[in-house]
């Protein structure tokens, strides 16, 4: 087989890593087919990227699950966004934004009730809300406080005013916060404070 160097301009999309071996066949020269046919095709059901992404090959022929295909930089990537997605749905934030802001994990173990019908009648007050797509993280909040599990409640509080529509802010907030002070979520509360006024 014949190699030969070529020496090109940058691209539109950025440069080759120096190191790479990068393959290019001339059409009908036999060195490198135009296609592989894989029969069955090995279907692709997850999320559009918009670079390029390292898969291992042999996991996408052996028709291992997707996330087993991910290797080097996009295996990080995907575990850092899994990471962060998981923080979200555990503490209403990712953990990385919580320090940012000053509101620590340890905030979270001080957490207990005062009053469940003030939280109750709160919650109630937020349902009245137009608060669009983030209206069913109201049922949730009220099974979290059925269930006692006042971290999955606070995070249900921060999701709900992370999507609260723009009109909906203000009246929302003070529902919120009031939840979050009768859940002994001092800081949450505070910062929450903060973040409405500016």
Not at 31 to 43: A, E, K, M, N, R
Not at 113 to 127: A, C, D
Not at 155 to 181: E, G, S
């Amino acid at each position: 087989m014949k190699v030969s160097v070529i020496k090109e301009r940058e691209r539109g999309c950025g440069r080759r890593r120096p190191g790479g071996v990068y393959l290019v066949s001339e059409p009908g020269s036999g060195i490198l087919p135009l296609f592989v046919l894989i029969d069955p095709p090995v279907l692709y059901g997850g999320e559009h990227f918009r670079g390029a992404v390292q898969i291992d090959l042999d996991a996408v022929l052996e028709r291992l699950p997707e996330d087993e295909w991910l290797v080097g930089a996009s295996r990080a990537r995907y575990d850092r966004q899994s990471l962060a997605a998981e923080e979200i749905e555990r503490w209403g934030m990712s953990l990385k934004e919580r320090v940012k802001i000053g509101i620590g994990l340890d905030g979270l173990k001080d957490l207990r009730m005062v009053n469940y019908k003030v939280i109750g009648s709160q919650l109630r007050g937020l349902s009245r809300l137009k608060l669009g797509k983030v209206q069913g993280e109201i049922p949730k909040a009220f099974q979290r406080l059925q269930e006692g599990d006042l971290q999955g409640l606070l995070a249900c509080l921060w999701r709900i005013w992370r999507n609260c529509p723009p009109k909906q802010r203000f009246p929302a907030k003070t529902h919120i916060q009031c939840c979050m002070y009768y859940l002994n979520a001092i800081w949450d509360s505070m910062w929450l404070e903060e973040a409405a006024s500016g």
